[in-house]
Nanobody, 120 residues
Framework: QVQLVESGGGLVQAGGSLRLSCATS????????MGWYRQAPGKQRELVAF???????TYADSVNGRFTISRDFVKNTVYLQMNSLKPEDTAVYYC??????????????WGQGTQVTVSS
């Protein structure tokens, strides 16, 4: 059974930093794009950042220059380093992955979500 296991959320003051991790558990053939989304109360889920199978990152305008996405291809893990956090970054953060479970079976997976709260 393939799962995405997230860690690293928490409470931090404005201007602080947090690092989120998302590890792929279970046997897979390969990983394609991995990324992070977030959903604040009363708002739609939005893309934060993603990184392709080739390692190219893309960021939402709201986090560009403050957040850094990276991945460990050996561990099939994606990270989100969040610096200069703002109260408006408060949300549940979800990991997303586009995986090849087998060479012929491609599926999308979501993590369970991790709460990030930034106090002013």
């Amino acid at each position: 059974q393939v799962q995405l296991v997230e860690s690293g959320g928490g409470l931090v003051q404005a201007g602080g930093s947090l690092r989120l991790s998302c590890a792929t558990s279970g046997e897979i053939y390969a990983t394609n794009t991995m990324g992070w989304y977030r959903q604040a109360p009363g708002k739609q889920r939005e893309l934060v950042a993603f990184i392709t199978g080739g390692g190219a990152p893309t960021y939402a305008d709201s986090v560009n220059g403050r957040f850094t996405i990276s991945r460990d291809f050996v561990k099939n893990t994606v990270y989100l380093q969040m610096n200069s956090l703002k109260p408006e970054d408060t949300a549940v953060y979800y990991c997303h992955a586009d995986l090849l479970v087998t060479m012929m079976s491609r599926r999308e997976y979501w993590g369970q979500g991790t709460q990030v709260t930034v106090s002013s």
